[in-house]
């Protein structure tokens, strides 16, 4: 119901840079996820778009309007907490009611609404437990019905389910984005758990020490991450670094050649690399294929590997595969993993899919941690 | 008006003072809220007990018409009023001492072995109640027609000889410190994990050896806390020597600063000895705040 | 092979009572210990309660037998200091409340510098021994304030002495409560106010019943402060036990008012932790 910009927003604490510069544009009724690892700024970040602090320079506006000085009860906004922050005083009803009360409603719309969206959130004939009476999952239901219960233009999420156990945490994750769905609210939330973020946001925002690594789709962030970190983040890479060879134009997509060592391996390029820069080349566990024999090379080179190592772990396969005196992590999946079980040992053929190569920066290479 | 789209005005100029409240306010409102205790604190706590200093250095009560500034009555209590403050600090050490060895064993069985603790804290509160209570209470037992008379006679004592007598001020005031004891040794001996005493009885130490060498190290911060928190409270000792005590006891600092201040007028006087009694009471609780980590911890 | 078949049954026999006897003896040792332990705490449960069973039993007693006729003087002509002390024990809860829950809420919730020192500060009173206190109070209400031997002065020498115990239980409930309560009615649209009306306070519920409890029992029975500031139209019920302690100390009459004191403050104790817990109390006057 709102658009929500953040315009260069930064938050110190002292010396240390908690947000460090972020912007971020939202659209009405968008559902953006920030991830990253913890202390990485994103749940200051929300924080900040909630009011709950204010920031030490940069812009908030809802709509286009600057809101840095509107104290949060001022908002219009619905924040649900990673503890849902019940009101133990208060039964379930009670804490739904609670925003309608405090603008004064009357009372018979406040229980209509109260009933809605007991409703909404599966929860009828709950209303008179106390929240400690609830298990986690439906407490957390009557943290998202009190939000909702008050309209808010814009929903922000801090990490919601990380408190529950698994099975719960994935049907709500699916009943949370249907809520905003059905509801239409820009959304944003917070997580550290990429299954999360990929399942249920419009557009994802990668977060690593205050700054924005990369925003974009599922598949933006996944297939096309513009940050070692973002690869490295993001699920399982191999990571080679290598020279720009040539540049290849096909099927209207730019591609360059990156040479490893002995290897030669076809990328795809967002960022213009020219022939003798050095790039960071990265390539999935899942992405890796392992070939039958009799499988002819197109145009794709097929490289040669040795297997040292096959793990077991029921709907995959895991290797270790030395291709040219380096380890490789391969991931198999679907009915032809299971002719692959006994290759330790073995030479096998293996095909490359959905390369991507980056510019190699020395400085943020070094920042990225671990490494 | 070329760029019609709005510059990322981030950096605003904003007015001296406004900018200074905006930012300060946090700070400002705090100190709001604090300042209607703060007032009360300084003009009840802090104002009497500057005019107290100031008042113990003048003769009597020529303070209240034209003062004459001496230190005439710090001389008269290092010259007649020593043994006062000895007797002072010798019932409330003394005391102290009953209570801890009375409080240790109790502290213990209470937190290894008791599990009706809600009945022994509802009977801890009585002392609570103050000594007043406690005092006329023991007044009363040690009548010659109380209920301790059978018991007294046939042991052949004579209870009048207890009624007014320093064991019996000690008492009274041991009993009125002894749940602070209590609760100072509990709260240590709680921390104290039961299985290094069974570690330390499976590696072959006798029971006095488990409590010399595990427990009573471990438990020494509440010890300590407890001495000077009992210490505290029975410096300031009145109501007891005054109800259970012969004259020997009557000496005791809080009584003579009543009989001087009140009774007397010497204002002088008094309030020499309130600042003697004041800076043996702030010297024990910042001795025992150091000591031990207060319930704030601020 | 009969006796054969005995000899191992008389040894088993042996073989079995031996540890049997010693595991007795054992058993019984410790019985005997923790019958000694219990007893101790039951002995100075006793002792605590004794004084206060003595007074009552004496209380009781006149001269025409077992009566509760000295009873009659607690709501005749000592009425008065019981009203008279139930009215400042009210007032000093209330006025405690106004001071220290600003002051806990800025204390917890607010960035002050030297929060440390404030609250030594605060809480001096509570380490000043009472006599101290008397006389400090006598000369700045007779010289400074002007208020000598009026309700105002002992209502006053009541707060500053016991609203830092008011304080504590407040600060440490609050900062038990984690903000986030604050904060999730903030995003919901409720100001400050409202906040701290319809949420805050509720669930600091405890702690500051902590603080009324503690003022109650303090200053309801409170006398050596009185003694020194009330003025001789404000005898409180203590100061009147004190005082008869010194005048006729042997009336049952006596008895019958100090034990009717201890019994409205028990009552009071009991009932608190029926409904509370002794957690908030941690820390503070009592236990």
């Known amino acids: 119901m709102a658009r929500v910009e953040l315009i260069e927003v930064t938050k110190r604490y002292g010396q240390t840079i908690a947000v460090d510069r972020v912007s971020l544009d939202i659209a009405e009724g968008e559902f953006v996820t920030l991830l990253g690892p913890s202390g990485c700024g994103k749940t200051t970040t929300l924080r900040i778009v909630a009011g709950l602090i204010e920031p030490t320079e940069g812009e908030i506006r809802f709509d286009g309007q600057v809101v840095n000085h509107v104290p949060p009860h001022k908002r219009n906004i619905g924040f649900v907490f990673q503890s849902h922050a019940l009101f133990p005083h208060l039964t379930v009803a009670e804490n739904i009611a609670f925003g309608l009360k405090i603008k004064r409603r009357p009372k018979a719309e406040v229980q209509r609404r109260v009933e809605e969206m007991l409703e909404l959130v599966n929860l009828q004939g709950f209303g008179s437990r106390m929240p400690s009476q609830l298990s986690g999952g439906q407490q957390q239901r009557v943290a998202l019905a009190r939000v909702l219960a008050t309209d808010p233009q814009v929903l922000l999420f801090d990490e919601p389910l990380s408190a529950l156990d698994r099975n719960l945490r994935d049907q709500l994750k699916y009943s949370i984005l249907e809520l905003q769905r059905r509801t239409k609210k820009t959304a944003i939330y917070v997580t550290h758990d990429q299954s999360e973020a990929f399942a249920i946001s419009d557009r994802i925002c990668v977060m690593n020490a205050g700054r924005v690594e990369q925003v974009g789709t599922q598949l933006d962030i996944y297939l096309r991450p513009r940050t070692e970190f973002v690869a490295n983040f993001v699920g399982d890479n191999n990571v080679l670094t290598g020279a720009v060879v040539r540049v290849q134009q096909r099927d209207g997509q730019r591609s360059v050649v990156v040479k490893s060592g002995a290897l030669e391996l076809h990328a795809v390029d967002t960022q213009g690399l020219q022939p003798g820069e050095t790039a960071l080349v990265f390539v999935r566990p899942e992405n890796i294929e392992v070939l039958s024999d009799g499988v002819v090379s197109e145009d794709e080179p097929i490289l040669q590997g040795l297997v040292e190592q096959v793990v077991f772990e029921g709907p995959t396969v895991r290797f270790l595969v030395d291709i040219d005196g380096r380890p490789f992590r391969v991931v198999a999946s679907g009915p032809q993993r299971l002719t692959l079980l006994g290759s330790s040992g073995r030479r096998v053929r293996l095909r490359f899919h959905a390369v991507v190569a980056i510019r190699y920066e020395h400085a943020e290479a070094a920042l990225v941690p671990g490494r | 008006m070329a760029g019609s789209a709005q510059p990322l005005a981030v950096e605003r100029p904003r007015a001296g003072l406004a900018s200074w409240l905006r930012e300060h306010r946090q700070l400002l409102s705090g100190l709001g809220l604090l300042l209607p205790a703060f007032l009360t604190s300084l003009l009840l706590s802090v104002v009497p007990l500057v005019y107290l200093i100031r008042v113990s250095l003048t003769r009597e009560a020529t303070f209240f018409f034209t003062a004459e500034h001496t230190i005439e009555n710090y001389r008269t209590i290092a010259e007649r009023y020593l043994p006062n403050l000895w007797e002072t600090i010798y019932l409330a050490g003394l005391s102290s001492l009953l209570d801890l060895v009375v409080g240790y064993p109790f502290a213990y069985i209470l937190v290894r072995k008791v599990r009706y603790r809600d009945l022994v804290r509802a009977t801890m509160m009585f002392p609570l109640f103050g000594p007043l209570y406690l005092s006329l209470g023991m007044h009363y037992l040690f009548l010659p027609n109380g209920p301790l008379a059978p018991a007294l006679n046939l042991l052949g004592i004579e209870g009048t000889s207890l009624l007014y007598s320093l064991p019996s001020v000690l008492f009274a005031m041991a009993i009125f410190t002894l749940p602070f004891m209590v609760m100072n040794i509990g709260a240590a001996l709680s921390n104290v994990d039961p299985t290094l005493e069974e570690a330390a009885t499976c590696l072959g130490a006798q029971p006095w050896q488990t409590f010399w060498r595990v427990l009573f190290p471990l438990s020494r911060s509440g010890i300590l806390a407890g001495l000077l928190m009992c210490f505290g409270w029975n410096l300031g000792v009145y109501v007891q020597p005054l109800v259970l005590g012969t004259i020997s006891e009557q000496r005791v600092l809080a009584i003579a600063l009543y009989q001087k201040g009140v009774i007397q007028f010497d204002y002088g006087l008094a309030a020499a000895m309130g600042v003697v009694l004041m800076a043996l009471a702030f010297g024990v609780t910042w001795l025992s705040l150091r000591l031990s980590r207060g319930a704030l911890g601020a | ?287």
Not at chain 3, 3 to 28: D, M, Y
Not at chain 3, 71 to 92: A, P, R
Not at chain 3, 98 to 116: D, M, N, S
């Open chain 3, 1 to 287: 092979m009969a006796t054969g078949g005995k000899a191992i049954a008389e040894r088993q026999e042996v073989a079995v009572r031996r540890p049997g006897l010693w595991t007795r003896v054992v058993r019984q040792r410790r019985r005997i210990l923790d019958l000694v332990q219990h007893g101790y705490i039951w002995l100075w449960m006793l002792i605590f309660v004794l004084p206060f069973l003595t007074t009552f039993a004496y209380s009781l007693r006149t001269a025409d037998g077992i009566s509760l006729s000295p009873y009659q003087h607690v709501f005749g002509s000592f009425k008065d200091n019981l009203l008279l002390s139930f009215e400042v024990t009210i007032i000093s809860i209330v006025l405690n409340l106004l001071l220290a829950l600003p002051a806990a809420y800025a204390i917890v919730r607010f960035p002050i510098p030297g929060k440390g020192f404030l609250l030594s500060v605060l809480n001096l009173a509570l380490y000043t021994p009472a006599a101290v206190m008397g006389i400090s109070l006598v000369i700045v209400y007779n010289f400074l304030f002007h208020i000598a031997q009026t309700l105002t002065g002992l209502v006053g020498a009541y707060v500053v002495g016991t609203y830092p115990m008011m304080l504590i239980p407040i600060i440490v409930a609050l900062r038990d409560l984690p903000q986030v309560y604050e904060e999730a009615a903030r995003c919901l649209g409720a100001n400050r106010l409202q906040t701290l009306f319809r949420v805050e306070l509720p669930l600091l519920g405890p702690g500051i019943s902590a603080g009324i409890l503690l003022t109650f029992v303090i200053v309801f029975n409170e006398f050596l402060v009185t003694l020194f500031v009330a003025g001789p139209g404000n005898t409180t019920a203590a100061l009147r036990v004190f005082n008869l302690t010194r005048t006729a100390g042997i009336q049952p009459s006596t008895a019958a008012l100090a034990s009717t004191m201890q019994i409205v403050s028990f009552v009071v104790v009991i009932a608190f932790f029926r409904f509370f817990g002794s957690r908030y109390l941690k820390g503070t006057y009592l236990i």
